[in-house]
């Protein structure tokens, strides 16, 4: 079973849309998480760390969920410059970081 | 200021030839990864730095794999008699701690470095 597993999709939504992608995590003892962005061919950025409380940033808001093993990222009123794959990132034991496979999102007008 | 950079951006080499790639993370940042990105495929962690020392090496793909880093900053990843299946995007993160289990643990990427091995 891979550390970390997300849905690779492609999500094909319309442009106002509302969208929100799980990863599931392996390790019950992973301390940190975030959601990061890749764009085609481009390194990874991060979007947001995400923290137990939950956290919003804008149009974005990321969960944790311990107890079922899993983080959620949900997007508000998407727009075209959405598009991109959204990684999922795992820290165990305080030095290796688990990236998921990324799911894909395209924003459609 | 500067974020992440590697060199080369591209190199394309030929099977059997050793390969270094470098990476310059953020200045002040003591930690430092090295991954491996295939043709639509997911990050393969590969290696971490906390200063100059790598604690884990279990990721590295093989005894080809090797990489060091310095003065707590520059670090090299070599590949040795390259083979066909190590092409890939090579990536260098750097953090400013390690470990924290915080938002200090956020890594930023560089470019990456496109490898081809022909």
């Known amino acids: 079973r891979k550390e970390v597993e997300q849905d690779p999709g492609p999500f094909n939504v319309p442009e106002g849309a509302t969208v929100a992608f799980n990863c599931t995590y392996s390790n019950s003892a992973s301390q940190s998480f975030f959601w990061y962005r890749q764009d085609c061919r481009k390194e990874p950025k991060l979007l947001m760390s995400?923290?137990?409380s939950g956290n919003e940033d804008g149009r974005f808001t990321a969960q944790l969920n311990r107890a079922s093993q899993y983080i959620s990222l949900l997007i508000r009123d998407s727009k075209l410059s959405d598009s991109a794959t959204y990684l999922c990132?795992?820290?165990?034991?305080?030095?290796?970081?688990?990236f998921g496979s990324g799911t894909k999102l395209n924003v459609k007008p | 200021g500067a974020g992440v950079s590697q060199s080369p951006s591209n190199k394309v080499t030929e099977k059997g030839k050793d390969v270094e790639l470098r990476c310059d993370p953020i200045?002040?940042?003591?930690?430092l990864y090295w991954y491996r990105q295939s043709l639509g495929q997911g990050l393969e962690f590969l290696i971490y730095f906390q200063g100059n020392s790598a604690p884990d090496k279990s990721g590295l793909p093989s005894d080809r794999f090797s990489a060091e880093r310095t003065g707590g900053s520059v670090s090299t990843l070599t590949i040795q008699r390259t083979q066909q299946e190590d092409s890939a995007v090579y990536l260098c993160a750097s953090s400013l701690v390690l470990g924290s289990g915080s938002v200090t643990d956020t890594q930023y990427f560089g470019p990456g470095t496109r490898l081809t091995v022909l």
């Open positions: 995400v923290y137990s």
């Open positions: 990132v795992v820290n165990f034991n305080f030095n290796k970081f688990y």
């Open positions: 200045s002040g940042h003591t930690a």
